[in-house]
């Protein structure tokens, strides 16, 4: 597969621009991430022919580590989606099954490692975007904590949630990739001056005290991904941790929470998508500016984006704003307050990374309430800015399983190094 890939590639892109950690190694990109003279268009035709004039700040270090983007992968339209299946592009397909569904929205970039395609590939992490699809297709994704890795380039959906992380077959490609991707930006005011060395990643569990949220275990977790996940846990105690349970009561507010604050913030970020400064110019110019705006986005957006934008301006209207955002914002300040006061009894916190496996083509699309319900072991550490990884475990029903493991704010160092005693041990 890597042979007849490298025949698309001339020997100086197979080389690398840079000479750093990652010479001559070929990573995918999500179409979220800007690419210099490369086409990015968040999976939309209203961002049809985008070509950005400049690279985002992670595919910049890419290129300095000696990286080759090897291309852009299929996401759900603006992040918007749990499988891959809200894409202009069509559905992405999961390779350890091509009747279900990748998961989303950096379901490309999880197919293409799993797949074979590249070894490492950047996907982006709004509430379980980089997790999700690295459960279902039985890869590691790193959601890192926020502000660890520039968003600048970063095509913005929910802005005080995303975060671009690494995507690898293994967690020592995975913390590789981290380790370039890490660190300040100016350009950035959220991000923070907090690098990774790849030099300390070790297989360190022992002696570690890692918090098993009882919320994780609940209703909706399907029972053999619940028993595949708590035989991990019982290899992590094996190799020396110790385990304590936990509460986290508000967690049941999170996906409201979660799903009334981001679709405000994309009503907010989307309205710049008007066919005058970015998509397609309405045919009829003589017609008012208001009917051409809303020809323009409505043949450009799709079904969720569209239903996205119009919640969160819903929620954000006068008589609403109160009732709706500022609920949710003070629900997001207890959940980051719960997660907080848990991880002070423990180093860790682990549970199962999705509810289920991945489910068959057109299953969650049907019913948008039961697709973002798929996002309620992901979305609260989004909410918390927490770090959270997801590794293989095992398989249920005969498909991946994801075990996660989430740690203190910036905390990346320990979340790896559980991550890699785990995968070392099994």
């Given at each position: ?77 603006f992040g918007m989606g749990s499988t891959t ?342």
């Amino acid at each position: 597969m890597a042979d007849i890939y490298n025949a698309f590639l001339s020997e100086a892109e197979i080389a690398g621009e840079g000479d750093g950690i990652l010479k001559g190694v070929r990573v995918a990109v999500k179409d979220n991430i800007s690419t210099k003279d490369i086409e990015t268009t968040c999976a939309s035709k209203i961002l049809k022919g985008y070509i950005p004039p400049y690279d985002a700040h992670a595919v910049t270090l890419l290129k300095q580590a000696g990286a080759v983007i090897a291309g852009k992968t299929n996401m759900d339209e603006f992040g918007m989606g749990s499988t891959t299946e809200n894409s202009a592009f069509g559905a992405a397909l999961n390779p350890r099954d091509t009747t279900r569904v990748t998961g989303g929205s950096s379901g490309g970039s999880a197919a293409a490692v799993a797949g074979g395609l590249v070894p490492l590939a950047l996907g982006s992490d709004t509430g379980g975007s980089i997790r999700c699809p690295a459960a279902w297709c039985g890869i590691v994704g790193l959601k890192p904590s926020y502000g660890r890795v520039s968003r600048f380039g970063l095509i913005a959906y929910a802005n005080s949630f995303e975060q671009i992380g690494p995507m690898a077959n293994n967690v020592t490609d995975t913390a590789k990739l981290f380790s370039v991707i890490a660190g300040h930006d100016v350009r950035d005011s959220t991000s923070v001056n907090k690098p990774y060395d790849f030099a300390g990643l070790k297989a360190d569990i022992a002696g570690k005290t890692i918090g098993i949220p009882k919320e994780y275990f609940g209703e909706g977790v399907d029972e053999a991904v619940s028993e595949t996940v708590k035989n991990a846990i019982a290899k992590l105690e094996e190799l020396g941790a110790k385990t304590v349970e936990v509460s986290l009561p508000s967690m049941k507010y999170a996906l409201a929470a979660y799903y009334v604050t981001c679709t405000c913030e994309a009503s907010s970020n989307l309205d710049r998508f008007d066919g005058v400064r970015y998509g397609e110019i309405a045919p009829d110019t003589n017609m008012p500016w208001h009917d051409a705006y809303t020809k323009v986005r409505t043949a450009g957006f799709g079904d969720e984006v569209r239903r996205r934008i119009i919640l969160g301006t819903f929620a954000l209207s006068a008589g609403y704003y109160g009732k709706y955002y500022v609920k949710a914002r003070h629900a997001r300040q207890q959940i980051a307050k719960d997660f907080a006061k848990a991880l002070t009894q423990c180093d860790l916190l682990a549970g199962p990374t999705m509810p289920n496996v991945a489910p068959k083509l057109g299953e969650l699309t049907k019913d948008p309430l039961q697709m973002y319900q798929a996002d309620i072991l992901t979305v609260p550490a989004n909410i918390a800015g927490i770090p959270a990884i997801s590794v293989p475990c095992g398989t249920a029903h005969n498909m991946p399983v994801g075990l996660q493991i989430m740690g203190r704010m910036y905390d990346e160092e320990t979340v790896l190094n559980a991550a890699l005693a785990y995968e070392e041990a099994c």
